[in-house]
């Protein structure tokens, strides 16, 4: 007969234990199970709710299950629906009567409220020093490539020269807003549930504050009924993974392009890149695709929570067990996209001499051109349209704006003289000199601002 079941005639249906049981995937929350236990029996023991050596005899029993699991000598019976039923029953057979004291003062409400805080904080560390890893080779790459411009893009036609690392350094304010997210959700999970009960709270005179600080959380919950049924840690855990995964699909949807023949801007190294069972030649960018797919899971599992907790009453409901499967996978995912990712950015060759060849062809100082004529005293609608009929005239001449003759130039404004030859990339790059603007000193400064934020974060 199983632990929970006294007032009952019959055993629960085969088909419905497998149905309701969690353990094939709540068993990742043993190390947390078994923390939170221990702390609630030493704490119980201080509080001479249990026997000091009934206290003793569980936390010796309880580090030696952990033992057991790790070392694959567990065994994990389907018939104990969930890890905390598996790690109690075990610790009565080994312990003997003092295992049914662990419960004392405790549901399984609070306690996988308390398990799945302890996960998801460590998930989002993991996150952190992830996140952390990755800017490190984005800013590497940045800073190696500082000099190196290539084509900007809008509407994925060329725009205007950038420098290559001012496109990097995007990026990296994307994962800065990522890091603050994840390091925002972690102050909502750091609050220690236990005490809650299965609703309303506990009869015992137990000390909430002692566990909180063996668990090292920064608070302790404040209403039971809302601490056994709150799941928005979750939701909002992988909902920080959904845009992060985002930026990272955004940077993937280039690196394939960039990869691509057709653009050739830069060579993945061959360890992040994966052949074709049927053509020889190719090369295929898989790792930065998987990642662009994978997005599709998190954002899935996001929509599944919000979606779980839509109407639920108050408090602890079953449906709240569905909450593990997603949140395992978003950390998962996110944990390992975010790995192969730094080091795929970190192995990845730049080829500048592609991205100056793109840059030659696009007419990309077109705007700078316009602005030559509108500081000469043209306004600025004029020179547009002077500067879109010279670019028209040009393509059915294919030549760029270097190969057209003073002569040209003037046949569409007399206000163009021999200093329009002066307009190139680097007066074009060094003129966009305000804050956030692609000139060399601006990015410099942004390299150097980077950099010290790098070493101001600590997620070692
Ligand atoms: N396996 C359950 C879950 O994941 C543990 C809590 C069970 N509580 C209950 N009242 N049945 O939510």
């Excluded at 419960?103 to 398990?115: F, I």
């Amino acid at each position: 007969m199983s632990l929970i079941r006294g007032r009952f005639q019959k055993e629960a249906d085969e088909a419905v234990s497998q149905y309701t049981a969690s353990l094939p995937y709540d068993w990742r929350l043993y190390h947390y199970d078994i923390a939170g236990s221990i702390a609630h029996a030493r704490m119980l023991a201080k509080q001479q709710i249990i026997p000091e050596d009934d206290s003793r005899a569980i936390v010796r029993g309880l580090k030696k299950i952990e033992k057991e699991i790790e070392d694959g000598q567990f065994e994990f019976k389907p018939e104990l629906e969930d890890i905390h039923m598996s790690i109690e029953a075990r610790l009565t057979e080994l312990i003997g009567e003092a295992g049914k004291r662990l419960h004392t003062a405790r549901s399984r409400n609070d306690q996988v409220a308390l398990d799945l805080r302890l996960f998801t904080r460590e998930a989002i560390r993991d996150v952190l020093q992830g996140l952390n890893a990755l800017e490190e080779r984005l800013l590497g790459l940045a800073e190696a490539n500082s000099q190196v411009v290539l084509p900007g893009y809008t509407h994925l036609q060329r725009a205007q020269p950038v420098l290559l690392a001012h496109h990097f350094l995007a990026y990296f304010e994307m994962f800065q807003r990522d890091l603050a997210r994840f390091k925002d959700c972690l102050k909502r999970t750091d609050v220690m549930p236990l005490g809650s009960g299965a609703l309303a709270g506990v009869s015992y005179n137990i000390d909430r504050e002692y566990v909180a600080r063996q668990l090292h959380f920064r608070e302790i919950s404040r209403n039971s009924l809302d601490a056994v049924s709150d799941r928005d840690f979750v939701i909002e855990f992988e909902s920080a993974a959904s845009l992060c995964m985002m930026h990272l699909s955004r940077l993937s949807e280039e690196m394939v392009l960039w990869s691509s023949s057709e653009f050739g801007f830069i060579e993945l190294d061959e360890a992040y890149t994966t052949g074709s069972s049927i053509m020889p030649q190719k090369k295929n960018p898989d790792v930065a695709e998987l990642a662009r797919g994978k997005v599709g899971r998190v954002y899935g599992k996001l929509m599944a929570m919000l979606t779980v907790m839509k109407g639920l009453p108050l408090s602890y409901n079953r449906d709240l067990q569905e909450d593990k499967e997603g949140l395992f996978d978003v950390a998962d995912t996110l944990s390992s996209t975010l790995k192969v990712f730094a080091g795929m950015l970190g192995t990845l060759i730049v080829n500048s001499g592609k991205m100056a060849q793109a840059l030659d062809k696009g007419y990309l100082l077109a705007t700078d051109i316009a602005d030559y004529l509108v500081k000469k005293g043209v306004t600025f609608r004029a020179a547009h349209e002077i500067v879109g009929k010279l670019v028209n005239w040009a393509v059915t001449q294919n030549k760029s704006f270097r190969e057209i003759s003073l002569a040209e130039y003037q046949s569409f404004s007399t206000w163009f003289a021999e200093d329009v030859y002066s307009i190139t990339v680097e007066q074009s790059l060094s003129a966009r000199n305000n804050p956030g603007g692609t000139s060399p000193e601006q990015v410099k400064e942004a390299l150097e601002s980077a950099r010290k934020i790098l070493a101001g974060q600590s997620y070692k």
